[in-house]
């Protein structure tokens, strides 16, 4: 067998390091192993030999099967992209399950494995046939042959962790991807169906879940789905192969699935199908979607989508492929609801009765979007001479434990799911007489068709709030406790008797950064040329100012080269303009995305310095002064990170000092919570003292 090579890179992706810290290694340990190949400039390693240094001498902890496996995949960059890797190392375990002969034998050809694809799920090969090489690079090689070896015990487990990894890095921005609490969600307003239609599956989360339903419940469910993405197609097919062969070793058999790849609403794949539910999460601000060769299309019983109305043409595209009795949850963004090209296409849904909910989905609960997106709830439209019953609106307000560091967990995903669930039976079964509740309202259609047709729940819930003096004074006592509670947060201060910071010598970051004690992440670099490129999650220096989600999206064309630069838990994140200096530990919701243009992390070694005390150390008002460097007036100062200097303090004395920090930092992002909701609130309660609602209290 061929000797097993790695890159200087792929050594850094290994064991979590930059690349410099591998050159560095390299100079220091005279063990480090040599070269085997390659050149002076992009030398090459033996895989196994570095894999074994590394543990000797404690660079990587020992992995797991899965974290083995995903460690070749990273490796693979640039040689194939990350879903592409992942699909390689799906189909190499589907390729050793499916094999009679289980003994070692010799790794298979990409035209081997192609071949025995065909005869096990031709679909799956033809999906999987653009990504194969002519044959294996080094790095598909090693992740082949341990994708073989994890495919006899953790096939199914080991591939689904390796996709949500995959999802987790590339945020689903490029294959739509609705994770599974969102998929639950959506899947609980169609009920039990017998068959469904994901026009846009992306990564298949939707039928997974769904499949997955089925079989808990014992339902013979037909599954069609169709995609512009050949990767994703075979992700999908990959998953359900691997789960058709465990379910036949326990001597079950799962429903037959059909994806077919499409060019969005050009091209239906399944133009006669009809179908029990259509649940999907289509693409957003798509104007070349077809408008032009589209106009006369059958599928636009509602109004003929304007260009910019693209996702309007999805709901009809829905509502087309439904049974008599069906019904379509599609996640829609928040635009769709309020703008002015789609109001005649919104006022047919609603005076024809197909349109049944709209439901707004709090912040962070869809990974893939900064903002809360809407399910829209749609049937086949009413006879004519019936009267469309009344629309339900919802807005789940409904925020994180302070602990979760601002991020939406499994179980607030569960929370909130129960509410979605309850409210939508409950109407269901009695629209005239629905009880309306905190997050959920009915509304007349009469009350829905005037000039806007504006289907923003809010705009319901504020015209049926703004004259609930109870609610006014509710928010009044929260606020009048969150107060008392920033105020009982307050770091207890007093003079110092001596100056621990100011008297302690201080070091360059620089000269860290030159010790192994930190690195310093910058932005991945993008190529301009590369206008496919897929867009992921990035953190702006708004972001880092504010404590908020990730609100930009950068092009990376190979997102998994930029592993380095994606932010970690502990992260210091750093503008790197302006004036005066701020640096905040990363949050909960921003771990996990990409560092945006003007933005750098100090990645610390733990134990060595607190993360905490050195973002509070470097927004010392000279710092500025310090490290800036004059750019023109309009932009201000472009800092010097590396001439950052922090004082050498004991870890302790760091860790007390630290925490005042964070608690100053929590305490100016709760200010300027208290200042917005303050603001509304203010307003409100005006508005209820001049409705007579409210009074003062003597």
Same mark, same amino acid.
């Given at each position: ?8 890179? &792929?050594? !850094? ?6 690349? $410099?810290?591998? *050159?560095?290694?390299?100079?220091? =340990? /005279?063990?480090? #192993? ?123 487990? &080991?591939? !689904? ?6 999802? $987790?890095?590339? *945020?689903?921005?490029?294959?739509? =991807? /609705?994770?599974? #609490? ?517």
């Amino acid at each position: 067998m061929a000797q097993r090579t790695i890159t200087a890179t &792929a050594i !850094a992706k290994m064991a979590g390091v930059g690349r $410099a810290a591998v *050159s560095n290694w390299r100079r220091r =340990y /005279a063990t480090f #192993p040599a070269p085997v190949s390659g050149t002076s400039a992009n030398p090459l390693f033996d895989a196994d030999v570095v894999e074994q240094w590394l543990r000797d001498n404690r660079k990587i902890a020992e992995a797991s099967p899965v974290d083995n496996l995903w460690r070749w995949i990273e490796s693979c960059q640039p040689a194939t992209r990350l879903p592409e890797a992942v699909c390689l190392a799906g189909a190499a375990m589907l390729y050793r399950s499916t094999r009679t002969r289980r003994s070692p034998e010799r790794l298979p050809t990409p035209a081997d494995l192609l071949k025995h694809l065909v005869t096990h799920n031709r679909d799956l090969a033809d999906a999987i046939r653009a990504i194969l090489p002519s044959e294996w690079t080094a790095q598909q090689h090693n992740l082949v042959r341990v994708a073989l070896d994890i495919a006899v015990t953790h096939r199914v487990d &080991a591939f !689904a962790e390796i996709t949500s990894r995959m999802a $987790a890095i590339r *945020s689903a921005a490029a294959l739509a =991807y /609705a994770r599974e #609490p969102v998929a639950q969600i959506m899947l609980d307003l169609v009920g039990k169906p017998s068959s469904i239609l994901d026009p846009n599956c992306g990564l298949g989360s939707i039928i997974q879940t769904a499949l997955r339903r089925a079989t808990n419940d014992r339902i013979a469910l037909q599954c069609l789905g169709q995609d512009t993405s050949p990767t994703a197609i075979a992700l999908t097919l990959v998953w359900w192969s691997l789960r058709s062969v465990h379910a036949a070793a326990e001597g079950l058999s799962l429903p037959a699935i059909q994806i077919k790849q499409s060019r969005f609403l050009l091209e239906d794949t399944f133009p006669d199908a009809v179908v029990d539910a259509v649940v999907s999460y289509p693409p957003f601000a798509i104007h070349d979607w077809g408008h032009e060769k589209l106009g006369y299309d059958p599928r636009w019983a509602f109004g003929i989508p304007p260009r910019t109305e693209s996702e309007l043409a999805w709901v009809q595209h829905a509502i087309a492929h439904l049974s008599p009795n069906g019904r379509a949850v599609l996640l829609m963004p928040p635009a769709a609801a309020a703008r002015t090209a789609g109001r005649r296409i919104r006022a047919e849904l609603v005076r024809r009765g197909a349109l049944r909910a709209v439901i707004a989905l709090p912040r962070g609960l869809i990974a893939s979007t900064s903002v809360g997106l809407h399910l829209w709830v749609l049937t086949r439209p009413v006879p004519a001479d019936e009267p469309a019953s009344p629309l339900l609106f919802g807005e789940i307000n409904y925020g994180p434990d302070e602990t979760s560091g601002g991020r939406l967990t499994a179980s607030d995903a569960d929370v909130i799911r129960r509410r979605v669930a309850a409210a939508w039976q409950a109407f269901e079964s009695q629209p005239d007489t629905f009880a309306r509740n905190e997050d959920f309202y009915t509304a007349p259609a009469i009350d829905v068709l005037d000039d806007d047709v504006d289907l923003t729940p809010r705009r319901y819930l504020t015209a049926e709030a703004a004259v609930n003096p109870t609610d006014v004074l509710d928010d009044y006592d929260d606020l009048t406790r969150l107060l008392a509670a920033i105020s009982a947060g307050l770091p207890k201060l007093r003079i110092a008797q001596r100056s621990q910071l100011g008297d302690a010598s201080t070091i360059e970051l620089g000269d860290l950064v030159r010790s192994e004690a930190l690195t310093i992440q910058r932005p991945a670099p993008r190529l301009r040329d590369d206008i496919a490129a897929d867009t992921v999650p990035a953190i702006t220096a708004q972001d880092v100012l504010a404590g908020a989600p990730p609100s930009g999206r950068i092009a990376l064309p190979h997102a998994s080269e930029a592993r380095n630069t994606v932010v970690r838990e502990d992260d210091v994140l750093i503008p790197l303009l302006g004036q005066p200096v701020v640096a905040r530990v990363a949050t909960t919701e921003q771990v996990g995305a990409q560092l945006g243009p003007g933005v750098c992390a100090i990645r610390i070694q733990p134990g060595v310095l607190d993360p905490r005390f050195v973002a509070g150390a470097l927004m010392r008002t000279d710092s500025a002064r310090t490290t800036g460097r004059a750019l023109p007036v309009t932009t201000g100062l472009r800092v010097e990170v590396k001439r950052f200097r922090v004082p050498v303090l004991p870890i302790d004395v760091q860790r007390s000092f630290g925490e005042v920090f964070a608690q100053l930092t929590m305490l100016d992002a709760q200010l300027r919570r208290v200042a917005v909701q303050g603001s509304d609130l203010v307003q409100e309660l005006l508005a209820a003292i001049a409705a007579g609602t409210v009074e003062p209290n003597h």
